[in-house]
């Protein structure tokens, strides 16, 4: 069955790059499309960026500066790398499968902004 | 970037009760509006997309409906397992966005 599954480092000082890796199994990258979902404490979700199945990569453009959003098809994973971290980058980060709409979620990993 | 107003943020219900939650676009979405449950600490499990249609697994308890810049999602009967927040999605323009969320709590 499709599954996703996201890790990374749980703290991350201010200012430096944040680093998460989205695995997948049951699914195909060059077939299917990933996006990055994250959510702050207590907040609602921003749709951050995508990965498109052909390798191409739309994002959010409030943080299309600070963000790049990668893959590594052999091993099944994506990646996203977001610099110049605030306190307000704090919060859980999700991986989903684009089918347009979000059908298959990660669990999640959380991210604390802090020295 | 399209706004979706979700509302209302909160809802009391009891067990039984009917309840339903409003998203309205900033601009016509085509009916590209997908529902999300969320339980603390999980992540949101997809209910229904395309408006109305349910995904697999979701009980009959949930509906959608709605076109244009105007939709809603009901649940009939709220049961215990439903307490949770809910969010509306469109994924009619990039950048996809959600509603700012309801959470249902029991009265």
């Known amino acids: 069955q499709v599954q996703l599954k996201e890790s990374g480092p749980g703290l991350v000082q201010p200012s430096q790059t944040l680093s998460l890796t989205c695995t997948v199994s049951?699914?195909?990258?060059?077939?299917?499309?990933v996006s990055w979902i994250r959510q702050p404490p207590g907040k609602g979700l921003e749709w951050m960026g995508v990965?498109?199945?052909?390798?191409?990569?739309d994002y959010n453009s409030a943080i299309k500066s600070r963000l790049s959003i990668s893959r590594d098809t052999s091993k099944s994973q994506v990646f996203l790398k977001m610099n110049s971290l605030q306190t307000e980058d704090t919060a859980m980060y999700f991986c989903?499968?684009?089918?347009?709409?979000?059908?298959?979620w990660g669990q999640g990993v959380m991210v604390t902004v802090s020295s | 970037d399209i706004q979706m107003t979700q509302s209302p943020p909160s809802l009391s219900a009891s067990l039984g009760d009917k309840v339903t939650i409003t998203c309205q676009a900033s601009?016509?979405?085509?009916?590209?509006i997908a529902w999300y449950q969320q339980k603390p600490g999980k992540a949101p499990r997809q209910l229904i997309r395309?408006?109305?249609t349910l995904v697999s697994g979701t009980p009959s308890r949930f509906s959608g409906s709605g076109s244009g810049r105007d939709y809603s999602f009901s649940i009939s009967n709220v049961e215990s397992e439903d307490i949770a927040s809910y969010y509306c999605?469109?994924?009619?323009?990039?950048?996809?966005?959600f509603g700012g969320g309801t959470k249902l709590e029991l009265k």
């Open positions: 990965i498109w199945s052909n390798g191409g990569t």
């Open positions: 999605l469109q994924y009619d323009n990039l950048p996809w966005t």
């Open positions: 601009q016509n979405i085509n009916k590209y």
């Open positions: 395309y408006t109305s």
């Open positions: 989903a499968r684009n089918s347009g709409h979000f059908d298959y």
């Open positions: 049951g699914l195909s990258l060059t077939s299917n499309s």
